[in-house]
């Protein structure tokens, strides 16, 4: 009896203090999926950390308008006497939601354990040798060469509680070889805004807020709990958006932007994702798999590359398939990062009978046929754009066959290079050229190129893209990522079509602001006070 | 009548194993599971490493029995895709469905039942006309077209139930429910007569039928010639014979509409078995996968023996039937 | 939504005697049925839908305003226009068109002709699994007729989804994913065959039992005709009636099946849809404001399936003589 008592007093307790707490706020918050494990380190996808970030704290954080800024770490730099290693000065008092004070023991435990070969977060960190405590407020990252940019690719490693991982059965990341879960896959101990109250994969998560964050003053942290509720179908998300069951959802289909608009009490803010869409055209191989050419491979030739890229109506499909929610481009690259300029982000007009006359050029008057791999659970409307590009490349006598299918069978077929013509988007974290040189462009080998399906190979290319890895003169490197670039757009290995936006929408007072990674941070956002 | 028990208990083992290796046999082949285990940057070492210890490069005959010994424990590993425990995740989303079950075909036969027999003794009646066509409307519109329109009338249009998810449940021990709130009933209503109204059309077709043909039997009319009430006739005599397949039907039914539960489950975001079955086959998570389709099985064949075993039990020329055959 | 109610009276009343299904061939051109049939308006009407949306799903290439398959021919400056009667309507496009530019019309027409073409398929398919299988069940009883029931009941383990989702799954495996997205039309047409098999061999199954003993197959027997004569030429059309109620019941069952199997994302591509991809794509367009993308293929679907349910119906009650 005495534990139903002792519950019932906790309940009624409960609903007093929610009762006469007239500030409390809730945020009710939905998205189409659930992150797969709240293990910090398992995996590096978006979904993942969206909802990471409000339990645990990384080194240095990307606010809304995608800027670096400091967070459990103070400061950090270059040792000015070694140029590969990077030191950061931990900030003091910071208290873990188990009461225990964070010190760079911890840090040094996280990174370790992100570097684990079960930890998907480990390529962030390739280039690094060793970490190492030097007091409890400073840490030192070796890295095997100079990596002038290392702090940009700690802005998703979190840091977790040392003692508690090794009390709680979670010194090692989530691992497939383990029959059960680990300590971390259910709970989280981190630093973070939120403590974590009730999770249930793909159901809900609720979050409190923590009262001892060290945040508090210098961050809005505005709701008091969050709700996070996973709906998988757009129209019933949607659906519980307009009958008030949810206040802000993160990923609304461009169709609806207009009407939800005009809805009463929602607001829709839209805006760029660091993300490029584009196409792939495998030029490696002697013969495509899926055409009607045989012996030798239309892609290989540049002009055949040029056709396509001249027949793509990008303005059509910025104004109908994306209903404006996109912005084109001729180059994989956004104006986020380093690197990226007007002039390298340029697309030839679209005219039907100059692509036809590079076709005949090329010696295919007639055009020839392919097969078109496409994502349909991926990029905004990425089915819709593929058919759209089907029309505009059959008016140019290119007969493209549509095949879209999930990314789960869509990803490892462009990583097998196993397509001719296909879909990709490409996301840059770490806000620089390097990331687009060194998987898209590079050479396909174990640790690079890995992404590049279309078969490019130009080793003197190679060895730029390399430099940069090491180049420690901003100066030089720029210089060398703009003769790259030159270099890539003449080549039209791709052919890109946009910067897709993505729409959140809120309820009144619930207004969160587009996030460029498309991961918010709940504690940073400010509501409008009405 | 042993005999009878033994031999069916053998035939449903033979039916679980059947289902267990066509389970086995083709999720085995979907997909590749080392792929949702990696990254990007996985080298081929570490993705053949991954797979050896997912026992995939075993002979078949193995991984067969390796998985129905496991099967049998209800050890159906961990989720490809939740990194959870299979079993532990079927645990929580089991009541869910089975609530919703229970409260669709609840809604059948209570609805079913009385629209089945008003149409059975009045057929010429505009009420029963009204009835057919509702229930004619009922097979006619996909389930999945039914759930959208209620939400877009009662939820986004009236804003009077809620349209997605269960809520107000309450934990019972290992079991949660949403039978003891109001808030729990709110959020049951649309899903359970989304999934319950194709059955309260085929029983409340199942009853007027039976009703019409037993009151065209001889009994019926020598209790009218005998002069008793019409209420009588129709309840006392008509209902109760019509009753027995009524039940039996609803009994059979269940093992289907969980597996309906699917779609409902779908337009309704209901957290149980079925929305997770349909992740996991989008996302190839074969352990929740052969896991479900083993339990649906399961429970539909333990139906369907309760159901046989009760007939003989009722009716012994089955049993006999059932040697001779 | 595999069980219709036929199938319910057959399984709850498994033992008692079979339907006597005496000749009810003959009674197909009896006067009394085209009687009920004229007298029905319901049915007429019923009958009217069908051949119309039959007839057009037939004859779609030739009436068809556009060739929605034809992605070549799409200008995606069409896209999302209003039907006809709104402000922004053209009347190229009558009821509207899609996000892709394709006309609405010609996209539920061509639609409804895949929808029609699986389902028939598909029940062709069952019909033929389940008469052979009912047949042979009913004729030759024993051990085999024990085999094939108890097989029918392990089938009835898995609904035309759990089924598809296998043979989707499968196909995909073998043939990979670009082939398997050429053979979902067959695909599905297996999946409903391998669904709606069982309900036509119990069916046949009970009227073969009491085929079976009649003198004039007895007399077959005598005179040494095959097995396969007697079954097919002697036995199967004495029992085809019930099937023909089956079938036509099926077929509204099947079109539902492969919407909903559409639906759910294992159906035919946005490239080649059918009425269920129509109305899963229009879905995603329900709080657009464009209503039109999912309004008229739902309404096609649930008109063609209402009134092949409805001439269904009648015919059972038409041909039931308990009820005459």
């Given at each position: 009896m005495k534990p139903t008592l002792a519950l019932a007093a906790a309940l009624l307790a409960g609903t007093l203090l929610s009762s006469f707490s007239a500030e409390a706020k809730t945020l009710r918050w939905s998205r189409s999926q659930d992150a797969t494990t709240l293990d910090p380190h398992s995996g590096n996808t978006g979904p993942n950390h969206v909802v990471a970030h409000n339990f645990y704290d990384t080194l240095v954080v990307r606010g809304f308008d995608g800027k670096l800024a400091a967070s459990l770490a103070t400061s950090w730099a270059v040792l000015p006497s070694d140029p590969t290693i990077w030191e950061f000065k931990l900030r003091p008092g910071v208290k873990f939601h188990n009461g225990t004070t964070l010190t760079a023991d911890d840090v040094v435990f996280s990174m370790q354990r992100a570097l684990k070969p079960a930890a998907d977060m480990k390529s962030l960190l390739v280039s690094v040798e060793s970490i190492t405590k030097v007091d409890d407020l400073t840490v030192r990252f070796k890295t095997k060469g100079p990596n002038a940019l290392l702090v940009n690719n700690l802005t998703n490693l979190f840091i977790m509680n040392k003692a508690w991982a090794e009390a709680n059965n979670a010194v090692d990341p989530q691992n497939l070889k383990e029959k059960v879960e680990n300590g971390a896959t259910l709970q989280a101990m981190g630093t973070g805004a939120y403590t974590l109250a009730v999770r249930e994969p793909d159901v809900r998560t609720v979050m409190k807020r923590n009262d001892n964050y060290w945040g508090k003053g210098s961050m809005p942290l505005e709701f008091d709990e969050i709700i996070y509720r996973p709906i998988k179908e757009n129209a019933t998300r949607v659906a519980a958006l307009l009958s008030g069951e949810i206040d802000f959802v993160q990923d609304i289909p461009p169709q609806d932007i207009q009407k939800l608009q005009t809805s009463d009490g929602i607001k829709v803010s839209a805006g760029a994702e660091n993300r490029s869409i584009f196409f792939g055209m495998n030029m490696g191989i002697p013969e495509l798999r899926g055409s009607d050419v045989k012996g030798k491979n239309p892609f290989a030739d540049v002009k055949v590359r040029q056709a396509v890229n001249t027949a793509i109506n990008r303005e059509a499909i910025q104004r109908v398939t994306m209903r404006g929610q996109s912005t084109p481009q001729g180059t994989i690259g956004t104006p986020f990062i380093n690197g990226y300029t007007k002039e390298i982000d340029q697309w030839p007009k679209t005219d039907a009978a100059a692509a036809k006359k590079l076709l005949t050029d090329a010696g295919y008057p007639n055009g020839f046929s392919v097969t078109l791999h496409c994502t349909n659970d991926r990029y905004v409307n990425d089915e819709g754009i593929c058919q759209a590009a089907v029309g505009m490349l059959g008016q140019i006598g290119i007969k493209a066959t549509l095949v879209s299918q999930s990314l789960r069978v869509h990803f490892p077929g462009i990583q097998k290079g196993e397509y001719d013509f296909y879909l990709l988007g490409w996301g840059i974290p770490t806000f620089d050229s390097h990331y687009v040189f060194n998987d898209l462009y590079r050479t396909k080998t174990q640790t690079a190129g890995t992404w590049n399906g279309t078969g490019y190979s130009n080793a003197a290319l190679d060895t730029k893209i390399d430099s940069l890895n090491s180049e420690v003169d901003i100066a030089k490197r720029n210089a060398t990522i703009a003769d790259i670039w030159k270099e890539i757009q003449a080549n039209n290995a791709y052919a890109p079509v946009h910067m897709q936006f993505i729409a959140y929408a809120s309820r009144k007072g619930f207004e969160v602001p587009v996030d460029v990674e498309n991961t918010p941070k709940m504690k940073f956002v400010s509501t409008p006070r009405s | 009548m042993l005999a009878f028990i033994i031999r069916r208990l053998g035939q449903a083992v033979l039916v679980l194993l059947t289902v267990a290796l066509i389970a086995f046999a083709l999720f085995r082949f979907?997909?590749?599971?080392t792929q949702q285990m990696v990254s990007q940057d996985t080298s081929v070492e570490e993705r053949l490493r991954i797979r050896k210890d997912l026992g995939l490069d075993d002979s078949v005959v193995i991984q067969f029995s390796r998985f129905v010994g496991n099967a049998a424990r209800f050890e159906f590993g961990i989720s490809y895709q939740n990194k959870q425990s299979v079993a532990k995740l079927i645990g929580e989303r089991f009541p869910a469905t089975m609530e919703l079950a229970l409260a669709s075909a609840l809604f059948a036969l209570l609805v079913g039942i009385p629209m089945g027999v008003y149409t059975g003794i009045f057929p010429n009646s505009i009420l029963s006309r009204l009835f057919q066509m509702i229930s004619l409307i009922g097979v006619s519109l996909p389930t999945f077209l039914i759930g959208i329109l209620l939400i877009f009338t009662f939820s986004v249009t009236l804003g009077l139930l809620p349209s997605f998810g269960r809520q107000g449940v309450v934990k019972l021990g290992s079991w949660t429910t949403s039978f003891l709130t109001l808030e729990g009933w709110r959020s049951l209503i649309m899903p359970a007569i989304t999934l319950g109204l194709f059955q309260m059309t085929l029983i409340m077709r199942l009853v007027r039928s039976e009703m019409l043909e037993v009151l065209r039997t001889d009994y019926i009319r020598f209790a009218r010639a005998r002069g008793l009430p019409d209420r009588s006739v129709h309840f006392r005599h008509a209902l109760k014979n019509t009753l027995i397949p009524v039940i039996t039907i609803t009994g059979l039914q269940l093992g289907s509409i969980i597996a309906f539960a699917i779609i409902t489950e779908t337009v309704f975001q209901w957290p149980g078995m079925g929305l997770m079955f349909l992740q996991a086959v989008q996302t190839v998570d074969i352990p929740i996968m052969s896991a479900y389709l083993l339990l649906v099985a399961t429970l539909f064949v333990l139906i369907n023996l309760a159901v046989d075993l009760l007939y003989s039990a009722v009716d012994p020329r089955i049993r006999i039937a059932g040697k001779v055959a | 939504m595999q069980i219709s109610p036929e199938d319910a009276k057959a399984s709850s009343s498994a033992v008692s005697t079979a339907p006597p299904s005496v000749s009810m061939y003959g009674r197909w051109l009896d006067s009394d049925i085209w009687y009920s049939f004229t007298r029905s308006w319901v049915t007429m009407l019923a009958a009217l839908v069908t051949f119309v949306l039959i007839a057009s799903a037939v004859f779609t290439p030739w009436i068809a305003p556009h060739n929605p398959l034809d992605l070549q021919t799409l200008n995606l400056l069409d896209g999302s226009k209003p039907p006809v009667w709104s402000r922004d309507g053209d009347w190229k496009f009558l009821l509207g068109t899609d996000q892709q530019g394709r006309d609405l019309l010609s996209s539920i027409l061509y639609g409804m002709r895949i929808s029609l073409t699986v389902g028939f398929f598909g029940v062709i398919l069952a019909a033929t699994i389940g008469i052979a299988l009912g047949l042979i069940a009913g004729y030759f009883g024993g051990r085999i007729d024990s085999i094939i029931m108890r097989v029918a009941d392990v089938q009835l383990t898995f609904p035309a989804i759990l089924i598809a989702l296998l043979i989707d799954g499968t196909t995909r495996a073998l043939v990979g994913t670009a082939k398997s997205e050429a053979l979902v039309f067959w695909v599905l047409v297996v999946s409903i065959g391998l669904s709606f098999w069982v309900q036509y061999a119990r069916t046949v199954r009970g009227s073969t039992m009491v085929e079976r003993n009649k003198d004039y197959v007895h007399a077959a027997r005598l005179i040494g005709l095959s097995k396969t004569t007697i079954l097919f030429r002697h036995v199967l059309p004495n029992v085809i009636g019930p099937v023909l109620v089956i079938a036509t019941i099926n077929l509204a069952l099947a079109v539902i099946t492969e919407a909903t199997l559409s639906f759910l994302g294992v159906g035919l591509p946005q490239t080649e849809p059918s009425l269920g991809t129509l109305i899963r794509v229009g879905n995603e367009f329900l709080f657009s404001g464009e209503w039109w993308v999912v309004i008229f293929p739902s309404l096609t679907l649930a008109a063609l399936v209402l009134a092949v349910n409805l001439l269904g119906d009648w015919l059972r009650d038409a041909l039931n003589p308990k009820l005459q």
């Open positions: - | 979907v997909g590749d599971p | -």
